[in-house]
């Protein structure tokens, strides 16, 4: 079958960087004779004229360009089409393209969009809420939320906000329900891990797939918060290994599991975040594995 591309991207969201390899993208899928044409982004996320524009014109393939925000928005309302994606990550962590081992040199990440496999991708519901990276509520939601604030993006801000933030941190309560199994915790936060990293390759879930079927979930439990950068650098590290909860409930600092589906009574309001982006939160939220949501060009 004809590939036939759309190439979705931010129209505000670059400088003349971004307009040359706009350039370089016409040239080379011109060069590889396949039909393409530009579409942009919205904040909304609302996509239907571009379900559409794939049903009756027959597109095979939606590459974003863009972030964590731009994938999670894209695949949510366009998987059930049918396309396969491509990722050429601009963002300013990019947790998805590092955990899929696509190249963060965009003029290599497009050479993979002509060279790479499609490979089927899980994804996950909180709630009615999608994501298919890293979700988390506590800690790490907070920095989300204050990074979300700042008018620059990128690594250094994001350490800036995660300095601000843990001076501020406290443990939450929780109730954790997996099968028949309940316990509660205090914890500084809990991550909901498909993807194996928050992005720029800092790991917190060390052994999780993006295609295994199940979540990995990190439970930071409360602990002296001098001892919290050292944990977590453990955790970060991949030293601490999975775990049997019943056997290391009350021994360790980080739990560290896998599950298809949990649930998690939210009993202080923790703040939460999906894929990054700053969430309303919620008291319970029902967690459950959407396997094989979407397929995405890797190498």
């Known amino acids: ?37 530009l579409y942009t982004t919205n904040a909304a996320g609302n996509y239907d004229e571009l379900k559409d524009i794939i049903e009756y014109e027959h597109y095979t393939d939606v590459v974003m360009m863009g972030g964590d925000g731009t994938i999670n ?128 390759n800092f790991t917190i879930a060390p052994e999780a797939s993006l295609s295994d079927g199940l979540l990995d979930i990190v439970i930071v439990q409360k602990m002296n918060k001098a001892k919290l950068p050292f944990a977590l650098l453990k955790q970060i590290r991949g030293n601490n290994k999975l775990q049997e909860l019943v056997d290391d409930l009350g021994s360790k600092n980080i739990l560290y599991f896998q599950t298809s589906s949990l649930k998690i009574k939210n009993l202080k309001l923790a703040p939460l975040h999906l894929d990054g982006d700053p969430a309303e939160t919620m008291e319970e939220i029902n967690i459950r594995i959407i396997p094989n949501a979407f397929q995405l060009i890797c190498p």
């Open 1 to 37: 079958m004809q590939r036939k591309i759309i190439y979705l991207y931010n129209p505000i969201s670059g400088t003349s960087k971004k307009d040359s390899f706009l350039k370089l993208i016409e040239k080379e899928t011109k060069y590889q004779e396949i039909p393409y044409c």
């Open 73 to 200: 928005k894209a695949t949510q309302e366009l998987r059930s089409t049918g396309v396969q994606f491509g990722i050429l990550p601009v963002g300013s962590g990019n947790g998805l393209a590092r955990a899929a081992g696509i190249p963060v040199k965009l003029k290599s990440a497009l050479a993979l969009i002509f060279s790479g496999t499609a490979k089927p991708i899980d994804a996950f519901m909180l709630n009615n809420q999608y994501a298919c990276m890293l979700s988390g509520i506590g800690f790490d939601a907070q920095v989300a939320h204050g990074f979300a604030n700042k008018a620059t993006r990128g690594l250094l801000t994001y350490t800036q906000q995660s300095i601000i933030n843990y001076f501020k941190a406290h443990p939450y309560q929780f109730e954790i329900e997996i099968d028949a199994f309940n316990f509660f915790t205090e914890a500084f936060f809990i991550s909901i891990a498909n993807s194996n990293q928050f992005g720029n």
